[in-house]
């Protein structure tokens, strides 16, 4: 959910913006800016770069595994809490003009993550303070301040737990208070592979939220942007037969090559008469690659759920 995070929490605050009567520049402002603040709280996938140390590099599995494993030491903790994001929302919507006191508010925050869980979880809420520093001074530029700050700050804070509740670990939703709210992932299906497919529909979902409504804000068609090579991705089905079938657990081979179909978006295409390629424009790429990675899983689950593995 890196990518969801940020383009769900995008898609929500424009498109509610100008529900209620922003300009669309003045949504994209907004959007922007909680999709910025979603992205904040996975700094703390920072210290999984530490499993990366000791790995042979030239093995991409064990790279990918000895990330992943280091990851959970201090993921979805201290900067996934709901109890944490209100404060540091607010001391974020404070930071452009009251400097003195937003720092002081997270330094607090800082302490507690001392007092509770010691000096590792203390050094990613500072990432996270700072992260969030930096992108409240961005959007304070751009005239998003005050209580909207704060406002468009708490949604993408708020927002970022929830999309994790159907991979891995849980978040810790109220730390440092002992209350555990759910003791593993939220199950899509009995089937380990069905939930899998099931979670990556719901990261496409948020990420087609996002990208529909930065067309629709900039004017843009999606007809206008999407390649008939979109439609090789459902090609992707054969990989029923190739791969073993992918769990939350077990999902790199399936995760990396489903999403490198996107690729397609970016190929250049031959010019007609001439001996040079045309590379597609930016919204182009990007809309072709990700109807082609949702071709590609729609055709994979059917031919899992179908029978063909």
């Known amino acids: 959910?890196?990518?969801?995070?940020?383009?769900?929490?995008?898609?929500?605050?424009?498109?509610?913006?100008?529900?209620?009567?922003?300009?669309?520049?003045?949504?994209?402002?907004?959007?922007?800016?909680?999709?910025?603040?979603?992205?904040?709280?996975?700094?703390d996938m920072a210290y999984a770069l530490v499993g990366l140390l000791t790995v042979d590099p030239t093995s991409p599995m064990a790279v990918a595994q000895s990330f992943w494993g280091a990851s959970t030491v201090v993921h979805r903790a201290v900067t996934h809490s709901l109890v944490v994001g209100v404060p540091a929302a607010a001391a974020f919507a404070l930071a452009p003009t009251h400097r003195r006191l937003a720092a002081a508010a997270l330094a607090a925050l800082v302490g507690v993550g001392v007092a509770v869980s010691g000096p590792l979880p203390a050094v990613i809420v500072g990432l996270f303070a700072a992260g969030g520093w930096f992108v409240a001074h961005a959007a304070h530029a751009y005239d998003v301040r005050g209580a909207t700050l704060f406002g468009v700050a708490l949604v993408g804070l708020l927002t970022h737990p929830f999309g994790d509740l159907f991979t891995g670990q849980p978040?810790?939703?109220?730390y440092p208070l002992d209350v555990a709210v759910l003791d593993g992932r939220v199950a899509l299906s009995a089937d380990p592979t069905l939930h899998l497919l099931g979670a990556f529909g719901v990261e496409l979902f948020a990420i087609w939220l996002g990208v529909a409504a930065a067309l629709w804000l900039t004017g843009r068609r999606f007809?206008?942007?999407?390649?008939?090579?979109?439609?090789?991705?459902?090609?992707?089905?054969?990989?029923?037969?190739?791969?073993?079938?992918?769990?939350?657990d077990a999902s790199y081979q399936f995760v990396f090559s489903v999403v490198a179909v996107g690729f397609v978006g970016v190929v250049p295409a031959p010019r007609f008469g001439q001996r040079s390629l045309a590379l597609p424009s930016l919204p182009t790429g990007l809309v072709t690659g990700l109807a082609a990675v949702t071709l590609a899983g729609v055709a994979y689950a059917v031919a899992y759920a179908t029978g063909l593995a």
């Open 171 to 174: 978040p810790e939703l109220f």
């Open 1 to 43: 959910m890196f990518v969801g995070h940020a383009t769900f929490a995008f898609g929500v605050v424009a498109l509610a913006a100008v529900r209620l009567g922003a300009s669309r520049e003045r949504a994209l402002a907004l959007g922007v800016a909680a999709g910025l603040f979603a992205a904040v709280p996975d700094v």
């Open 223 to 248: 007809a206008d942007h999407v390649n008939p090579r979109a439609a090789s991705g459902a090609a992707y089905a054969l990989a029923v037969l190739v791969l073993p079938p992918p769990t939350v």
